[in-house]
Nanobody
Framework: QVQLVESGGGLVQAGGSLRLACAAS????????MGWYRQTPGKQREQVAV???????SYVESVKGRFTISRDAAKNMVYLQMNSLKPEDTAVYYC??????????WGQGTQVTVSS
């Protein structure tokens, strides 16, 4: 079992920045990758950024050049630095941990609201 707790969401004006943090606990040794997803009402959850255990990262096209995912392995933390935020970035952001085939753990989510 892996427990995930997100923090850092809030309200920001367009063009501003926020940094999300995700603290992992429990069976963290089995985590292959961690990522950030987001969801708005009536839409499917969207993968925003992923960081693999070897350090490789990937991003959805709409956030490339604006968002950066990083981790502190010693603290079992993953971060999402979000710059140049746009109103369309407004969503609930979820942290996820992939521990194997079809085994993904989720945090409770944190709201990010970008005003125009």
């Amino acid at each position: 079992q892996v427990q995930l707790v997100e923090s850092g969401g809030g309200l920001v004006q367009a063009g501003g920045s926020l940094r999300l943090a995700c603290a992992a606990s429990g069976s963290v040794f089995g985590i292959n990758a961690m990522g950030w997803y987001r969801q708005t009402p009536g839409k499917q959850r969207e993968q925003v950024a992923v960081i693999h255990s070897a350090g490789g990262t990937s991003y959805v096209e709409s956030v490339k050049g604006r968002f950066t995912i990083s981790r502190d392995a010693a603290k079992n933390m993953v971060y999402l630095q979000m710059n140049s935020l746009k109103p369309e970035d407004t969503a609930v952001y979820y942290c996820a941990a992939d521990t194997g085939p079809q085994q993904v753990y989720w945090g409770q989510g944190t709201q990010v609201t970008v005003s125009s």
